[in-house]
């Protein structure tokens, strides 16, 4: 069986090699060829694959994950350091078993959610909430405070936006459904059902 990750990453000239190999690959071989940007990958070779897909795991379910590996490894992770984690993960579960080695090699054994959002650069979840509570009330003072307070933290724009529009999904998900698939919480869980009632 022969694995490779990562096979968008393989020069032209490399995909039409392993082109051949697979147009008649030997009887006793089995190749499994590993992506995350399927779209970079020749049609020639994907038509001579079977394609299965694979959903992002929830946060829920890397969150426990998480809590199993710090318990193993003697860490104290605090709930909310574990859920941030998790959702900083994206759905992988190896992100976010590198992240929480990233916090728990800075932090020691006991890790705190401010310690991990600030080591990772994470938006705290009540700067996006005051941010869209200015956002929709056209505050724009409130809402530029924030994102200078952000820049000042050294936080990083891409994950303030990033986390600003799985906040907003999850309010167009739970006025439209009545249920949201973000992991907040209590504290956030209650302020998110607020504003849903408001906006």
Known sequence: ???????????????????KTLEEPPPHAIFVLATTELDKIPETVRSRCQTFLFRRAPASLIEERLGWVARAEGLNVSPEALRLLATA???????????LATVAGSSGEEVSA?????????TPVPDVQV????????????????????SERGGSFSNFTETLARYLRALASFSLAGAHAE?????????????????
Do not use: W
Not at 89 to 99: P, Q
């Open 131 to 150: 941010f869209c509570v200015a956002l929709f009330a056209r505050d724009a003072t409130t809402a530029l405070a924030i994102i200078q307070r952000t």
């Open 114 to 122: 401010a310690e991990a959002s600030e080591l990772l650069g994470l």
């Open 183 to 199: 992991s907040y919480s209590p504290d956030e869980e209650a302020e998110f059902q607020r504003h849903a009632e408001v906006i």
């Open 89 to 99: 993960a994206g759905g992988c579960f190896r992100d976010a078993e590198s992240l």
């Open 1 to 19: 069986v022969y694995i490779v990750d990562e096979v968008h990453m393989l020069s032209k000239s490399a995909s039409n090699a392993l082109l």
